[in-house]
């Protein structure tokens, strides 16, 4: 509108010396054939008026091209969810921040704790999913895992931990103190949601492996926050507590008091605040591989491949004692702890993208089955059915065409993949 007036004000004078006076002709640049002195606008509009439009569209087109918000709003792509998650995640830290405040209270500590937890957890979950990619993982599973884990992960492993006497003294008091109490604590909520899905069929041993790592991070985002403000607390006092000698002998030497806080705690505080925001990031990453092992044995016996009481208990050891590896004082903190991180790692990768053999016989077989599904939909769920060791309803009389229904080598390749009886 400021660039309409604009134009008005600079033509209008011109205008009038043009048309308002019967004493002017029509100037070369306005004359078109066959008008002779007549207004040229096509829709009878004044001519500064039509002009000043212009301008401003002008004007319009250029600010839409540096920012266009009105097609950034209609785009579909900007209100996508990953693109919402993206925005929800850069705010996260300065909200936390905001609600701690100038002033923090033990209770806006806490939460501030929570919400940095909960924060690096799901950015880990978010990893997790891409490189695993679950295909038959819910939503509703995920929620069941997460609320199981924190109503009963941290009072069962403190429970335990407790009976136990936990140490990290020697390794198999860290292994059967720590290790163990933890990890069973951290396979329970998998175990329940392998006894409420014991009738899905195309759950995967992977599936479970995806809820034990989601069942790690909640407990390690609880744990690092029972750390921070409880246990950190603790050290944090006994470390100033520790300090005070040394603070006197600093002013009785003659150095003011604030020097002498500086120069003893500087080292103390700046070690404990690294400590303690490294376990942030790394606490829920480490107990979800610990546990996503526990869930890919616990899925071997859900899916009926195995026994429970043949492979159950395996994950569970194999990752009670990487724990307790992990958290024995001459491991921790040392190059030795570096090494069953790694070794930790690879397990949960190896177990994730690759599997056992009858992991890969088993998609084998699907994808031949896939590729040997015909066009139609009644056909198409039958083979489906037979694939999942189900049954596919009608049997193929001699009338039926052999091609709707999947070549018998394929379908006991599928229940040999699956551990069952073969077709054949």
């Known amino acids: 509108m400021a660039a309409m007036i604009r134009g008005r004000v600079a033509i209008q004078p011109e205008y009038d010396r043009l048309f308002c006076t019967g004493k002017a002709e029509t100037p070369p640049w306005l004359h078109r054939p066959g008008q002779g002195g007549r207004h040229p606008s096509v829709t009878g509009m004044p001519l500064w008026w039509e002009m000043a439009l212009a301008a401003e569209r002008n004007t319009t087109a250029q600010v839409n091209d540096l920012l266009p918000l009105g097609d950034w709003y209609r785009h579909h792509s900007l209100r996508s ?46 990893l997790l999913g891409v490189i695993v990619r679950p295909e038959h993982v819910t939503r509703t599973m995920l929620l069941v895992v997460t609320v199981i884990a924190l109503a009963t992960e941290t ?31 951290k396979a329970l909520p998998v175990l329940v949601v392998a006894l409420i899905y014991r009738g899905r069929r195309h759950l995967m041993p992977r599936d479970y492996l995806f809820v034990g790592a989601v069942s790690g991070l909640v407990f390690g985002a609880s744990e690092v926050v029972r750390y921070f403000t409880i246990n950190g607390v603790n050290e944090f006092y006994l470390t100033v507590r520790s300090a005070i000698p040394y603070i006197e002998q600093q002013i009785n030497t003659g150095h003011s008091a604030s020097a002498s806080l500086f120069n003893v705690l500087i080292g103390p505080v700046l070690a ?10 790394t606490d829920p990453i480490s107990h979800a591989c610990w546990s996503g092992l526990s869930g890919y044995f616990i899925g071997l016996a859900a899916t009926g491949r195995h026994r429970w009481y043949t492979v159950a208990w395996i994950g569970v050891a194999v990752a009670a004692i990487l724990h307790g590896l992990n958290d024995w004082g001459r491991v921790n903190g040392h190059p030795e702890w570096v090494l069953v991180v790694l070794v930790s790692g690879i397990l949960f990768l190896g177990y994730a993208k690759v599997g056992s053999r009858a992991d890969q016989r088993l998609h084998a077989a699907a994808r031949r089955v896939g ?44 229940d040999r993949a699956r551990g069952g009886p073969s077709a054949m």
Not at 93 to 98: M, S, Y
Not at 395 to 404: E, K, Q, V
Request: charged share 15%; aromatic share 10%.
């Open 81 to 126: 969810y990953p693109v919402l998650l993206f925005l929800v995640l850069i705010c996260v830290p300065t909200i936390a921040l905001v609600i701690l405040g100038g002033s923090p209270s033990t209770g806006t500590f806490e939460h501030v704790a929570w919400i940095f937890a909960a924060y690096f957890a799901v950015a880990w979950l978010l």
């Open 155 to 185: 009072p069962l492993a403190i429970a335990l931990e407790t009976a136990l006497h936990s140490t990290n003294a020697g390794l198999g008091h860290s292994i059967f103190t720590i290790g163990i109490p933890e990890e069973l604590a």
């Open 272 to 281: 404990f605040i690294i400590d303690f925001v490294w376990r942030f990031v």
């Open 371 to 414: 590729r040997a599904r015909p066009r139609g939909g009644r056909a198409a769920r039958g083979i489906a059915r037979r694939a999942r060791g189900g049954s596919s309803g009608q049997a193929p009389g001699p009338g039926r065409a052999d091609r709707n229904y999947p070549a018998p080598a394929l379908v006991g390749a599928l």
